[in-house]
């Protein structure tokens, strides 16, 4: 099976090659190839094919990779709009029960 | 065997703060940084350390920790499927043995041991409260601060001779290496994504293969994440089918009963269907159904499975009470279906926030716009 691709042009990664030391960190942690580099800086071989988990921006020393780091979760996204907590891998806290620990969710396998 | 395997619930859970990363809480860390306890069921024994007994633990799964997995797939006790945070001992580990962190999650955890059947390894596992690598990196309990924390706690500095620590790959969305080698003196080292490629890492040298490194989403990998989907769907159709089947009694020459032996059953029908539709058929054949979006992946299946649905059903297409009633799950299947393809985005192991947040601003819309018009020409079959 070929690698699984999301929608086009919507991701928030940016590179700024110039601050780029080319340690090839980046290029490690992804899970996805998304990036390349060609002479000691940092490219994008897959743009697309980030899903923004932050790995990278995480893991680089010198700031030059920035991506708005979030979970693909449309149920985390409904959790927060609907006002549970913790829009993040449909784990929520529930508000009306904080004690009893996270409950829901249906992503974290 | 299931009291057993009842033990292994970890002793802090419904005590753990309620933001976990909070400062402050001294007297609070000081009993979370406790060493694991000895008599959790699938400890073997015990090593000695400096400052105590290390939990030794096995290659090889019980039968409990099997059972174990299948509830958690299918949603029992899944949100307190967790070990005691700490150190590890697999095998007999020495001083200069390779140093693999985990989560907490009971799965990750027996994943991990069971992919080094004859190794001895020191396994430190991150308190990330039962949730897995990747969604507890994502969410940052698997992170920098945690990891350091915990290195300190477990004495890591007087049990290894080296300062090398092998991270699963997918915790590095909340673990920056370079932090932790500053704050800990230990160098980060990415392994491979699947626990299963750990052995063949060791083996070169800690090097990956740029396909270990590659998250794919094959179809076991969806396959299993299809129990959870239909569990979650329970709770709704609970309420969902009383209530379809209580419509379809209105209206008609017939009587209530039969037209809910008749319409009421054709209409649970349905729904089932948009159930297989969206949490079954969408996750078992994803690469192949066109379309980027999930929703539209989903649309893609439920429309023919309606279309077929009320063909078979062979209502009198002439009148308009059966057209409305056809037309109405030919709108609700699909809506169904679409909203749980949708939902199958947080499962699935490529989406975007970004992304996913795109994709809802017209699939909400248009699903919650074919759901209300559908149970609208619905309820008005009823009482025409």
Known sequence: MKNLIYLRDVVTLRLDRDKCSGCGMCL???????LAIDEKRVRFRNRDACMECGACSRNCPVGAVSVEAGVGCAAAVINGMLNRQSATCGCFV???????GRAGGTCCS | MMKVCANDSPKKQVLLPMAPLAAGAASDSQTEMSPPRLEQAFVTGSVAGPSGRIPRVSSALTWCDRWGAIKARWGVGRMHYAVDPGLYALGSPDDGSPVLATANYKMSFDCLREALPGRDAWVLVLDTEGINVWCAAGKGSFGTEELVRRITASGLKDIVKHRNLILPQLGA?????????????????????LARDVAAYLDAGLRATGEMRRKTFPVRERAVLIPIELVATLKPAMIIIPIL?????????????????????????AFLCAILSGAVLTPLLLPYLPGRAFTTKGIVIGLPIAVALIYAWGGDLHG??????GGSWLLLIPAFSAYLAMNFTGASTYTSLSGVKREMRWALPLEIGAGLSGFAALLVSRFI
């Open chain 2, 173 to 193: 969305p909340g673990v920056a290496a370079h932090l932790v080698r500053k704050q800990s003196g230990f160098k980060i080292h990415y392994g491979p994504v």
């Open chain 1, 28 to 34: 490690e942690v992804c899970p996805h190839g998304v």
């Open chain 2, 320 to 325: 308009w009470r059966d057209i409305l009633f």
């Open chain 2, 245 to 269: 089947l209580l419509i379809s009694g209105f209206g008609g020459e017939r009587g209530f009963l039969q037209n809910m032996a008749q319409d009421g059953i054709f209409s649970v029908l």
């Open chain 1, 94 to 100: 529930d508000p009306k029960n904080p004690s009893g």
